[in-house]
């Protein structure tokens, strides 16, 4: 990259956050805006529906870089900045107000947004949704005063607050359209065990419901109406049905866009001076052949990097297995890997899932797609290889815990 605008970076996020330190880490000194519509700086957000959620995390934990980061490194950070338009012909970034900000590339971080409920009552004071972490510390504070909680949607945000809940001694009622929690992420032989860990803390988790509409009274929630005429009473709403890529700057630009903004293996779009990265970037892996947007922590932070060095110049490539984690109770685990609905044959176990410590592996044929770790450390790595060499592994030894998975 050449020219003497600068690098703009539209969206303070995770991906926005380790792409402005990976230019700096690279040696680039020329200019570098990263814009960003709330008013903190950049922070991680797995914490918001753990720790931090759970009063186990101080808030200062939850920043990517501790204050003052972004001026040491020559970095004009711009909070509560509204990004209105993406010129691309005059190679300028529009801002709320007018301004405009010329730049020799820029990169798109501008994350998701959660799914909107639109139903009736929708609206009621004590209905919330967990992205930002005024959220997570509007949340935190609700539990302090709510006895009754219904949670809407049984996805990783949906269980992580149920846990969280829990810890928190409210009661929790987990409303669930489908027929187990995450049962397209994970099938029905792992989402069987997720709903029996809910259920084993206390949670009532209803699954195959219908939520019609929500009720209160004097503008504040009380319950949950369900399609069958029933009601979940509660004084807290939590709603967890999924998030949307945040992808409208770039549409209304003119570029490629399908389900997120649609990039290469090296983050780039069809316009050579323009990137993205993150939750919102539909991304070419070369390893799986095709275009993949993924919604988590480690796959932000590993695209900012990649991004940045693109930007730069550097061939590079991203082409990294998913990977995500959660923790919930006494489980901690750790998936790595990619096996859509109908895309495996079979989900097989190294150790025993009723003791609380196993991997899963989903399997197309004899060959590992996926492999998900419960309460068993230090494997991420070999589970990695296993997706991306694509090799066909001998089941029965891969099943078996005596054999060290280094060894196949």
Avoid: C
């Avoid at 996926?370 to 070999?382: H, I, K, L, Q």
């Amino acid at each position: 990259m050449t020219g003497d605008r600068g690098i703009v970076i539209v969206g303070a996020s995770l991906a926005g956050a380790k792409a402005t330190q990976a230019l700096r880490d690279e040696g680039y000194d020329g200019a570098i805006t990263l814009i960003g519509d709330e008013a903190v700086r950049p922070y991680e957000r797995p914490p918001l529906s753990k720790e931090f959620l759970q009063g186990k995390s101080e808030r200062e934990k939850v920043f990517v870089h501790p204050e003052g980061w972004y001026a040491e490194h020559d970095v004009d950070l711009r909070l509560q900045t509204e990004v209105t338009g993406l010129d691309r012909a005059a190679q300028e970034v529009v801002l709320a107000g007018g301004e405009r900000l010329g730049y020799d590339a820029v990169l798109l971080t501008t994350g998701s947004v959660p799914r909107r409920l639109t139903l009736p009552g929708a609206d009621l004071d004590g209905v919330r949704y967990l992205r930002r972490l005024e959220d997570s510390e509007a949340i935190k504070a609700a539990f302090g005063t709510a006895s009754r909680v219904a949670i809407i949607g049984a996805g990783w945000i949906g269980l992580e607050t149920a846990a969280a809940a829990r810890a928190a001694g409210l009661e929790v009622t987990l409303l669930e359209a489908a027929e187990l929690p995450l049962l397209r992420v994970l099938g029905t032989e792992v989402a069987t065990m997720f709903a029996d860990l809910h259920r084993g803390h206390g949670v009532d988790l209803r699954l195959g419901v219908q939520v019609a509409e929500l009720i209160g009274k004097q503008g504040a929630v009380t319950g949950v109406r369900l399609a069958d005429d029933s009601v979940v009473e509660a004084d807290l709403v939590l709603v967890g049905v999924g998030i949307l890529p945040n992808d409208g700057l770039a549409r209304d630009a003119g570029l490629d866009v399908d389900n997120g903004i649609t990039v290469d293996a090296h983050l780039r779009t069809a316009d050579p001076r323009v990137y993205a990265a993150g939750d919102v970037a539909n991304a070419y892996l070369p390893k799986l052949g095709r275009h993949i947007r993924v919604e988590h922590w480690a796959n932000a932070r590993r695209q900012g990097a990649t991004a940045a060095k693109s930007m730069l110049g550097q061939e590079v490539e991203f082409d990294r297995p998913p990977y995500f984690f959660s923790d919930q109770y006494d489980l901690g685990m750790e998936y790595t890997g990619y096996a859509e609905p109908g895309g495996y044959d079979r989900v097989v176990f190294r150790g025993a899932p009723d003791g609380g410590e196993y991997i899963a592996f989903w399997l197309a044929g004899d060959t590992v797609l996926a492999g998900m770790n419960v309460n068993v450390w230090d494997v991420t790595e070999a589970l990695e290889g296993f997706v991306l060499t694509g090799r066909k592994v001998d089941v029965d030894r891969l099943t078996d815990p005596e054999v060290p998975l280094t060894e196949l």
